[in-house]
Nanobody, 118 residues
Framework: QVQLVESGGGSVQAGGSLRLSCAAF????????MAWFRQGPGEEREMIAT?????????MIVDSVKDRFTISLNNAKTTMFLQMNSLKPEDTAMYYC??????????WGQGTQVTVSS
């Protein structure tokens, strides 16, 4: 069982930056997929970035944010980050971290709200 705790959300003006963190607790296998999802108002939840703890795959970031967002892990591979720069109002959403062994969404954090004002 993996527990995930997000932090780092908040309110910023357009053009600002935020860094989200997702700390993993419990039994963390050597190979774990970790991912960031977001769900905007009235929208479906979408995966925006993935990374593997064993570096078995290149980190993935969706085209819509790849020029502005960066996904990374700490050295211990227990905390995932999402660095978000040049934020836009359309980035306003609840951001969730998720993880899994087969797939990236077996375990979920509670979510952290990001609000970007124009």
């Amino acid at each position: 069982q993996v527990q995930l705790v997000e932090s780092g959300g908040g309110s910023v003006q357009a053009g600002g930056s935020l860094r989200l963190s997702c700390a993993a607790f419990g039994y963390i296998p050597h190979t774990l997929c970790m991912a960031w999802f977001r769900q905007g108002p009235g929208e479906e939840r979408e995966m925006i970035a993935t990374i593997y703890t064993d570096s078995s795959s290149i980190p993935m970031i969706v085209d819509s944010v790849k020029d502005r967002f960066t996904i990374s892990l700490n050295n211990a591979k227990t905390t995932m980050f999402l660095q978000m720069n040049s934020l836009k109002p359309e980035d306003t959403a609840m951001y969730y971290c998720a993880a899994g062994i087969n797939g990236c969404a077996a375990y979920w954090g509670q979510g952290t709200q990001v609000t970007v004002s124009s």
